[in-house]
């Protein structure tokens, strides 16, 4: 029996976004084998996907390679993580802007990424 | 709860930095080593009366065994912890218990790196988690980054704020002659730097050194023995705590409130002494943010307000508290991982032979940040006059 972090993975290459939630109902990302702090068990829930951006940086890189962002994502449930704002330019992005997950095949791995949600 | 700790009952009886800011040629462990001698020596002690060695270095997860086969020597006890820059802190903690303890009579606490001169860049084989690296932050700095945009909006703090962190350091650092960026830095200076990771720019960026330093610990009935036979007087260690409240900092639940709330708390509740008895904080400055963060998180002025509070010039030479009084890691120094030296510059305070000698430090207080703002550990020092 695979652990949570597998599950989360494999579920991730299907195109769904898990998240867990304890037994109080608390949203816990990323994938744990307890409740933290509490230690009791956690459920799966498919993620609404959506959110708002908590905070941001860019990334600068050497000319011509174009600035990225890095961004810290709230979702509704009220876990956070890290991602990425898609289509935004640098300037566009601002803390407590409305976003919605998409996972992103193109790459070795499914990669879960944001666009804002006017854009969705 | 309350913490248990042997205020004032163990010191620092010695101390020493070798090699700040470029040291051609020599090894990391040829540094820490010549910092341990210098310690030892500075406390009228020898390497024979060692027996519990306390290191963390960037490069070697095996230091703390390195270390001992290096000195030649065989510890009783061997301490490795890899809480990051704050480690020192956290030996400073635990030697105190140790040595209270009679679990062991002599603790060599010691750092060293050649990270300037061996390649100029920040050695470490830390990074991100496996569910932050896949969106490229720079690790550790953009996680500092998103701390700071997070407090600029939160409080609107402003990036010549962040700027006035660099101007008192650098202010410090232009009369301290170990100081290794001694240069006139002004405001637009700041502003104009590279861009790296928004709001950070290289200005906000600690140096890039070598260096090292040690510290020797033992009970203070000894460390005042040591001093009748020609050592240096001993420094007390009041109080000191650590605090771990996340790694990587998505999993803050506030991004702009450390752990030195708590660590800071703990460590003060324990040396008995108020804001007003502390005469200068030395505070880890990876990163600008880091000290209006550390200024809030230990209550030296309320949260939100650290911006308000170096822009007035309060941390600068001849401000009401002189921080990181040798030009902190923005300035003086920052070997990878600097925990040691804001321990050193406390002590070198109360002792009176700091290069910016601070008039009459009974208390001082030195804290220190591990990984990304995640680990925070508070040491509290004080002179003969506070016990």
Redesign the interface.
């Known amino acids: 029996m695979s652990g949570p972090e597998a599950h989360w993975r494999a579920a991730l290459a299907e195109g769904r976004f898990l998240i867990q939630r304890s037994a109080a109902g608390k949203a816990v990302f990323p994938p744990r084998l307890m409740a933290p702090g509490e230690g009791g068990a956690l459920d799966w829930v498919e993620a609404s996907g959506r959110g708002t951006v908590h905070s941001f940086s860019w990334i600068q890189q050497r000319p011509p390679e174009p600035s990225y962002n890095v961004a810290v994502i709230e979702l509704d449930e009220g876990a956070r993580l890290m991602s990425r704002v898609e289509g935004v330019r640098e300037g566009e992005l601002a803390i407590g802007q409305r976003v919605a997950a998409f996972v992103d095949t193109a790459g070795d791995a499914p990669l879960l990424l944001f666009r804002l949600e006017d854009a969705a | 709860m309350s913490d248990a700790f042997p205020r004032g009952r163990t010191a620092i009886a010695g101390l020493a930095t070798y090699g700040v800011g470029e040291a051609p040629g020599q090894t990391s462990m040829e540094l820490t080593a010549k910092a341990g001698l210098l310690a030892l020596a500075d406390a009228g002690l020898a390497l024979r009366d060692v027996d519990a060695l306390y290191i963390c270095q960037p490069d070697d997860f095996f230091a703390g065994l390195s270390f001992a086969e290096y000195l030649g020597i065989r510890p009783r006890y061997t301490d490795n912890n890899r809480t990051g820059g704050s480690a020192f802190m956290s030996h400073v903690a635990s030697a105190a218990l140790a040595l209270d303890a009679g679990y062991i009579d002599c603790a060599l606490i010691a750092y060293g790196s050649n990270q300037r001169t061996s390649g100029g860049k920040l050695a470490t084989k830390i990074t991100s988690n496996q569910?932050?690296a896949?969106?490229?932050?720079?690790f550790p700095l953009?996680a500092y980054?998103?701390?700071a945009?997070?407090h600029m909006?939160e409080y609107g703090t402003t990036r010549e704020q962040l700027a006035h962190v660099a101007l008192s350091a650098r202010a410090w650092a232009m009369t301290n002659p170990e100081a290794f960026a001694r240069d006139p830095l002004t405001l637009e200076d700041c502003l104009a730097t590279?861009?790296?990771?928004?709001?950070?720019s290289r200005a906000d960026c600690c140096l890039v050194t070598d260096g090292a330093a040690a510290i020797v610990m033992t009970r203070t009935d000894r460390a005042r023995d040591l001093a009748q036979e020609g050592g240096k007087p001993p420094v007390p260690v009041l109080g000191a705590a650590a605090a771990a409240w996340w790694n990587?900092?998505?999993?803050a639940e506030d991004?702009t409130v450390t752990g030195a709330k708590e660590s800071g708390a703990r460590a003060m509740a324990m040396a008995g002494v108020t804001h007003a008895d502390i005469a200068t904080a030395q505070l880890y400055d990876a990163f600008t943010i880091n000290t209006i963060l550390f200024l809030e998180d230990l209550g030296f002025c309320a949260k939100g307000e650290g911006g308000a509070f170096v822009e007035s010039g309060a941390i600068a030479p001849g401000g009401s508290l002189p921080v990181n009084t040798n030009g902190g890691g923005l300035s003086c120094c920052h070997p990878g991982m600097y925990g040691l030296f804001a321990i050193a510059e406390a002590v070198r305070q109360i002792r009176g032979e700091a290069a910016n000698q601070i008039q009459g430090v009974d208390v001082a207080l030195a804290h220190g940040n591990g990984g990304t703002l995640s680990s925070q550990a508070t040491v509290i020092l004080g002179s003969a006059a506070t016990l």
């Open positions: 569910w932050d896949p969106y490229r932050p720079i953009t980054a998103l701390a945009q997070r909006h590279r861009m790296i990771s928004t709001p950070i990587s900092i998505v999993q991004m």
